[in-house]
C-alpha cells in the first residue's frame, strides 16, 4: 500500500501494489497544469487507486484527460483518460513516500523547456513510451 494526498491534507488517497509505470511527462499541458518544466507520473490499474478522505476538484484539460486538484491548495494529484478510466495517473510527488516508486523514463521530450538540462540517463520519449513502442497513449 501506499498513500498520499494534499499539500493541505483535506484530500487523501490509496494505493493498492506498484505502478505499472513511472515516468517523467514534459508536455505542454502538463507544464501548464503544474507550473513547472515536468511532471513525475505513476499509473495504476483504477481499481487499485481510492479515495480514503474528502473529494477533489476535477478539470478536463483536453479531450484526452481529466485532471484532479484540491479546491483549496491547489495541489494537482490525478489524470485519467475519460476514453479509458482504467488507469488512474497519479503525481508521484504527492505520495508520503515519494522515493517509492522513481521515475524510469522521460515522456513527451518533444515538448522539453531547452532550458532544463536532464543528465539522468532514462530512456526519452519525444511522445510517449507506449506509442514508441507500438501502443497507445
Avoid at 25 to 54: K, S
Amino acid at each position: 500500500m501506499a498513500d498520499g494526498g494534499y499539500l493541505c491534507g483535506a484530500v487523501r488517497y490509496r494505493l493498492d501494489g506498484s505502478p505499472l509505470n513511472t515516468d517523467y511527462c514534459h508536455c505542454r499541458i502538463c507544464q501548464r497544469a503544474v507550473g513547472a518544466p515536468l511532471v513525475a507520473w505513476g499509473r495504476w490499474p483504477a481499481d487499485r487507486f481510492a479515495w480514503a478522505r474528502g473529494e477533489p476538484r476535477r478539470f478536463a484539460s483536453s479531450t484526452e484527460g481529466e485532471r484532479s486538484f484540491c479546491p483549496s491548495c491547489g495541489t494537482s494529484l490525478t489524470f485519467v483518460d475519460p476514453g479509458d478510466p482504467t488507469f488512474v495517473d497519479v503525481t508521484l510527488a504527492s505520495l508520503d513516500d515519494p522515493t517509492a516508486f522513481p521515475p524510469r523514463s522521460h515522456a513527451w521530450t518533444a515538448s522539453r523547456v531547452p532550458w532544463l538540462e536532464i543528465g539522468d540517463g532514462l530512456p526519452r520519449y519525444a511522445s510517449t513510451k507506449a506509442e514508441a513502442e507500438g501502443g497507445g497513449p
